[in-house]
């Protein structure tokens, strides 16, 4: 007879290897062909809504690990609360305005100024489609379930009537208005930018200490004294109006060679080191109050420099005598506006220098630094010129400097409803809490928002000028603009002149003729995506505003989330969002940031292609992405490997589970042994910590839960000894049931619990179920944490067990490795104890061997009494022999049992008995 034909060993057709690159594409076509986001919002209609909106990615290349770090931890969020109790729909949308889809088309060789900026939109709303085909079927390679075929667009006709309602609606508080103010403005994108489109770099400026003659000095100074400025900016000497001093400060005047300079008290040593003045004395100290509305000569021009108080000025680098041009600066323009400066801006859109910066027209900005500095030396006003590498404010698109430039802009105020802001931050919910303090400082310090852009792709403002230059924004004219972009869309704003664009019949008294003019200007693109509450979660049946979850990078704080809360506290007065989380950015297995000039990036789609789309997911499962996360093939390499365990261990729970029928053959919990309601307890209490840290959004915790649960609890204990009884007893036999019973409800609920993390495996598990009815488990709800009798007891009692069970495998594997015994099965073990162990193991009614996976086990006596050659391992002693006996040919046990029944001479009489009973024709 031929034993091993009767030893019940694991059958599954479920495969070993993944082979997930293969795999994957063809479990994504079926949930398209079976359409499963249809089926889960069908099934889930009537529940309580959870609305987690989707911050849009700029329509524009291949995704990237950052973009496939958002949309899957999206994923997690959605999937888990459609199967915890809540109505989770995901509409995914896309930012498809703004600069770099024009820059695209340039780089593609579309000469924009040989046709009309109509013409031109109608080339980047094609582009900006083509790349949203390009990252959906990207983003459905990831595993993201969402309504795909209905997203959100914010070129689309509806899209962009809604955002024109929102600018309607601020513009009806007061919170619109044009005026002439600094911005940062990009000679490179010549166009104004928002905060959220800068980023700082470091660049190589000259540093200048220049001095400003007085002309009258309201006999505080005597003519002639010279007040000291300092800059980096020489370029913006032209545009000086005034010197800024702080009133409380104290300033002295300083005797160099007779001459006299003034600078603060506090920078007298710093600027006598920098300009060289070795020799000199103070003559005099004066407050800074003092010093107001002195008049001072510009040093390259007949013109005034006027001395002004400012609460801006500080004795943290400088002179403590702040150059001041209202053109070029914020702080500049405001205490400027005080004392009725001109706002002198004479730089042009290019960053030319203009006629009003006499002598220095038609020189770039930044090439004009040099002869301003030579020019100020020949005039003597010149006191000192180095070069510092400072942090300086970029254009996060071209990579170029910017510059702070006075023009005719349109501005949000922020001003006007700033408390209604912070206290909509502070009603929010912020993970990490820190998020909270961030964005109430940039809402509490930032200036008014620059909404207005000179560019062609984008939702144009929609104003009407009359003939008089006044402005047109009208309930009215705004409801028709909105209708007509609803019907339309943007571009006619761009095809029609602006008498068509009015309402029928349209009359203002500033336009008798009836002639009217449009504003040519676009919205910032922040304004757009920032309307989504009102154009989407508003607008969409199946969800609402506001939504309980934003979820983005941390650099929203300055762009999606701001700009939200901007026009959503605007429209509604309440946040647009109930919650935030923010998670950092994905960087190299060094913590380098991803370039291509370093070699180090990490492309989504080509770990999917090698490794597959669960990977990726279990990656970002694992990180702790709160915090900037790192990638690497080697991280990534570390993450397949406990991938391949759990695969392992649902493939194992399949094998054992072939002849296991769930409804006929299943054991109820109060009849099972101790060792089996222990593993149901530990089940039990993986269900309560996974649910727990879905809810609060720790994945890792999840990863690790689940990870530890199939190699400890399983693979290391329970599966380890449940061999000897599933595959030698007899099919129906009661241990053997009743530890099916247990492996059943680890792999439904392993399943089940894994599924929005490993989506694509966890449905492929699923298929290979005996007794399920849902054709997905994304058709299921999460497992529920269960009162279970005697729970902590159980587990005081098995996990000093557990302990036990370490010290005996210890003592294992040292008698293997001085080669007492070969496999644990040939080893007889005795164990010395104390009391509290010796009452351990009386407690327990299971067969103390086959959970040590001995052949032999006896308590030999107390641990006093324990031979010499005892290993002593904690409070006990343990002796490893060898096990007598011969070994058993179907189940490797020693025994001197082998041989007892003359039928079966090689078999031990338990194996011997099950052959009989269940293998009779067998010959």
């Given amino acids: 007879m031929e034993y091993k034909e009767t030893l019940l060993m694991p059958k599954t057709e479920f495969p070993m290897r993944g082979n997930l690159p293969k795999r994957e594409p063809n479990r994504q076509a079926k949930w398209e062909e079976m359409n499963i986001y249809e089926k889960v919002q069908e099934r889930t209609k009537g529940r309580p809504l959870f609305v987690l909106h989707d911050g849009p990615p700029y329509a524009n290349g291949n995704i990237h690990m950052g973009h496939a770090l958002n949309k899957i931890l999206k994923d997690f969020i959605v999937r888990y609360k459609s199967m915890s109790g809540y109505h989770a729909p995901y509409v995914p949308g896309w930012d498809t305005h703004g600069l770099p889809i024009e820059q695209a088309l340039t780089n593609k060789g579309v000469k924009r100024k040989e046709m009309t900026v109509a013409e031109f939109r109608k080339l980047c709303e094609k582009y900006a489609y083509e790349q949203i085909d390009n990252q959906r079927v990207q983003f459905k390679q990831l595993g993201v379930r969402g309504d795909w075929e209905n997203p959100y667009i914010t070129l689309k006709p509806e899209y962009e009537a809604e955002q024109i309602k929102v600018f309607g609606q601020m513009a009806n508080k007061g919170y619109i208005y044009k005026g002439k103010k600094p911005v940062y403005w990009s000679p490179s994108s010549e166009s104004a930018l928002a905060e959220a489109e800068i980023e700082y770099q470091d660049k190589r400026s000259p540093s200048i200490y220049v001095s400003f003659a007085v002309k009258e000095g309201n006999g505080v100074l005597e003519e002639g004294t010279k007040i000291v400025i300092w800059t980096t900016t020489p370029w913006t000497i032209p545009a000086n109006l005034a010197i800024a001093v702080h009133q409380d400060l104290s300033y002295v005047v300083v005797n160099v060679n007779n001459e006299k300079f003034v600078v603060a008290e506090d920078l007298l040593e710093d600027v006598a080191e920098v300009v060289e003045w070795e020799d000199y004395s103070v003559e005099k100290t004066v407050k800074g109050a003092d010093l107001e509305r002195i008049v001072a000569k510009h040093p390259l021009y007949e013109r005034d420099s006027l001395v002004i108080l400012g609460d801006h000025v500080t004795t943290d680098s400088g002179t403590g005598c702040v150059h001041t041009a209202p053109g070029h600066g914020e702080d500049d323009f405001i205490v400027g506006k005080q004392y009725g400066l001109d706002v002198l801006c004479p730089v042009d859109e290019k960053g030319i220098m203009t006629s009003e910066a006499p002598g220095f027209e038609g020189e770039f900005y930044d090439k004009a630094n040099k002869p301003i500095t030579q020019k100020l030396e020949e005039v003597g006003a010149l006191l000192k010129l180095n070069f510092i590498t400072h942090s300086y404010p970029h254009d996060w698109r071209t990579k170029k400097p910017i510059i702070f430039r006075a023009t005719a802009q349109w501005f949000a105020s922020i001003d006007k409803f700033r408390d209604e802001l912070l206290k909509a931050v502070q009603d929010t919910k912020w993970v990490p809490s820190w998020g909270e303090t961030r964005l109430y400082n940039m809402v509490r310090d930032r200036g008014d ?401 086959q959970l040590f996976i001995v052949s032999a086990f006896e308590v030999g006596g107390k641990v006093e009494n324990a031979p010499e050659n005892a290993l002593k391992l904690g409070p006990n002693a343990i002796v490893v022999e060898k096990a007598e006996g011969e070994t058993c040919e179907r189940c490797w046990v020693v025994t001197e049992t082998v041989g007892e029944d003359s039928d079966h001479p090689t078999l031990c009489t338990r194996c011997a008995s099950v052959v009989k009973e269940s293998y009779s024709h067998l010959s």
């Fill in 449 to 849: 928002w620059c909404i207005s852009r000179q560019r062609a792709w984008g939702v144009p403002i929609p104003v009407f000028y009359a003939e008089n230059g006044e402005e047109i924004i009208t309930e009215e004219t705004i409801e028709h603009v909105s209708k007509l972009f609803r019907e339309h869309g943007s571009n006619i704003w761009f095809e029609k002149e602006a008498v068509d664009l009015l309402p029928e019949g349209f009359t203002h008294e500033g336009s008798p003729n009836g002639k009217f003019t449009k504003e040519e200007d676009i919205m910032d693109v922040w304004f757009d995506s920032g309307s989504s509450h009102q154009a989407v979660l508003e607008q969409r049946e199946d969800l609402a505003r506001p939504a309980d979850l934003y979820l983005e990078g941390s650099d929203q704080y300055r762009g999606w989330f701001n700009s939200s809360l901007t026009t959503g506290v605007a429209v509604t007065g309440k946040a647009p969002y109930k919650g935030v989380l923010s998670h950092g950015f994905a960087l190299d297995g060094q913590g380098r940031k991803m370039s291509k000039s370093l070699g180090n990036v990490v492309v989504p789609e080509k770990v999917m292609k090698q490794l597959g789309a669960d990977i990726l997911r279990l990656w970002v499962a694992s990180v702790d992405f709160q915090a900037d996360v790192r990638v690497s093939d080697a991280i990534l390499k570390q993450v397949a490997e406990v991938y391949r365990k759990i695969r392992n261990t649902y493939r194992f729970l399949l094998g054992n589970l072939s002849d296991f029928d769930p409804t006929a053959d299943a054991i109820d919990y109060d009849q099972l042994r101790e060792v089996d309601q222990f593993m149901l307890v530990r089940l039990n209490d993986l269900v309560k910590s996974v649910n727990n840290a879905y809810d609060r959004y720790e994945f890792a915790s999840i990863y690790h839960a689940v990870n530890n649960f199939c190699t400890l609890d399983l693979s290391s204990f329970y599966l380890d000894f449940a061999k000897d009884v599933l595959y030698i007893e007899s099919k129906n036999n009661f241990e053997r049931r009743a530890m099916q019973t247990v492996l059943y409800e680890s792999l439904v609920t392993l399943t089940k619990l894994m599924s929005p993390i490993l989506s694509h495996t966890a449905d492929e598990v699923w298929e290979h179920i005996a007794g399920v009815k849902e054709e997905s488990a994304q058709l299921t709800d999460m497992p529920k944490y269960q009162e279970l009798p005697h729970a902590e007891e159980l587990k005081n009692k098995w996990g000093a067990f557990l302990n036990l069970r370490d010290d005996v495998l210890k003592a294992l594997e040292e008698a293997r490795n001085e080669k007492v015994i070969g496999k644990s099965l040939t080893a007889k073990v005795s164990l010395y104890v104390n009391d509290d162990t010796k009452q351990l193991l009386d407690s327990i009614s299971e067969d103390l061997k």
